[in-house]
């Protein structure tokens, strides 16, 4: 059964310092999403991307976030400089007819 | 903009009983409603989904749910649990699926206990 996965399963990073998280979404999904979840809080969305542009955002998707598909299978989410509440599990999915398929997280912890 | 409320962070149940997750939602135009498990340091993974049609949705794991345009809600039962049922429960909406943003709610942890 096709999966989303993400890359890597687990990042530590020192604050200020920019970090890469890696999805490789299903292969004929066209939607792509990451979202975010702080330690014991809920899901939230950060940004969704079709047609190789933004087509929605969070207001917690500021300009240190970024996100890029790079070629025909990945899809990246980039945070410039990271700060202590960065810390977080990122999830990406992807989504289609009407369902989201969602990754198992990169934990990102931000020193 | 939509939002989801789940009441109970925490729901603890003995093995083999009921249980039920409530799921109420607010919304200015029409939603399409999910409910997600997340087992222990695992992803998200989709437990059942309301787009249109019957308001009663069969889902895995023996897990159902029902729709109720007039209350809002879209609470998750399942007749009776397992030990392995153990996780967070997430209720989401969306105002189109697969295309927009899902919004979630905080959360359910469901205890099961021998």
């Not at chain 1, 890597?8 to 490789?24: A, D, F, K, N, W």
């Not at chain 2, 949705?57 to 749910?65: C, P």
């Not at chain 2, 649990?81 to 209720?91: L, P």
Request: some cysteine.
């Amino acid at each position: 059964e096709p999966e989303v996965t993400q890359t890597p399963s687990h990042q530590v990073t020192q604050m200020g310092q920019e970090v890469i998280l890696r999805c490789v979404p299903i292969s004929n999904h066209l939607y792509f999403y990451w979202y975010r979840q702080i330690l014991g809080q809920k899901v939230e969305f950060l940004v969704s991307f079709y047609n190789n542009e933004i087509s929605e955002k969070s207001e917690i998707f500021d300009d240190q976030f970024s996100v890029e598909r790079p070629d025909g299978s990945n899809f990246t989410l980039k945070i410039r400089s990271t700060k202590l509440e960065d810390s977080a599990m990122y999830f990406c999915a992807s989504s289609e007819a009407g369902i989201w398929f969602f990754g198992p997280g990169t934990r990102l912890t931000v020193l | 903009a939509q939002s989801v409320t789940q009441l109970d962070s925490q729901v603890p149940v003995f093995e083999e009983a009921p249980v039920e997750l409530r799921c109420n939602y607010s919304s200015s135009v029409s939603v399409y409603l999910f409910w997600y498990v997340q087992y222990p340091n695992q992803g998200l993974q989709l437990l059942l989904k309301y787009l249109s049609g019957s308001t009663l949705v069969k889902g895995i794991n023996g897990f159902e749910a029902e729709f109720n345009k007039s209350q809002t809600s879209f609470h998750l039962r399942k007749p009776s649990v397992h030990i392995s049922d153990t996780a967070e429960y997430f209720c989401a909406v969306s105002p189109h699926p697969g295309r927009r943003a899902l919004t979630f709610g905080s959360g359910t942890r469901l205890q099961v206990q021998p």
